[in-house]
């Protein structure tokens, strides 16, 4: 049986995942297997800080205008989670802090969505650190175009109930 806390995770993991999925057709995402997280306008990446003023950087990101952005499937749920939770601040994006999504989603499920999405997990780099790199060659296989691959991903999630399922 699964408990009430658990319960409450999964629905904000679908959650998290339709609002990924709504703001990509709404095009203020733009799905890029290259990039964590890039201005469309400036073509720099948030990692750099180029964007931010050294003030804002305890800010909440929701807070903070980005514009358009090219993500990869974790930069866009960190997106959606910080939009939705008001829990993830500007600092926590410039520094690629993956991890923020381990309030939501398990460090396993972080890195199948990670190796789903790019052919296999950064497990060191996204902050995670898991033991073991996680492979999967045939999302990437059956999915050459990056959106269709996110879109299958997310909804994975939202059809299995918040877990995604490889």
């Not at 060659?137 to 997310?154: C, G, L, N, Q, V």
Request: net charge neutral.
């Amino acid at each position: 049986m699964i408990d009430e806390a658990e319960k409450a995770r999964a629905e904000q993991r679908v959650a998290i995942a339709k609002d990924a999925l709504a703001w990509e057709k709404a095009g203020a995402l733009k799905i890029n297997d290259q990039y964590y997280l890039r201005s469309v306008a400036t073509g720099t990446s948030f990692s750099f800080y180029d964007n931010f003023r050294r003030e804002d950087a305890n800010k909440q990101a929701r807070d903070i205008v980005l514009g358009k952005c090219q993500v990869c499937a974790l930069g866009s749920l960190l997106l959606a989670k910080a939009v939705r939770y008001n829990a993830v601040s500007v600092q926590d994006i410039a520094d690629i802090r993956i991890d923020r999504l381990t309030d939501h989603f398990s460090v396993e499920q972080i890195n199948q969505i990670e190796a789903a999405f790019e052919g296999h997990s950064y497990s060191s780099a996204n902050g995670t650190y898991l033991d073991d790199e996680v492979c999967n060659e045939s999302w990437k296989a059956k999915y050459p175009d990056p959106s269709k691959r996110f879109r299958a991903i997310m909804k994975n999630i939202i059809r299995n109930k918040g877990t995604f399922v490889p």
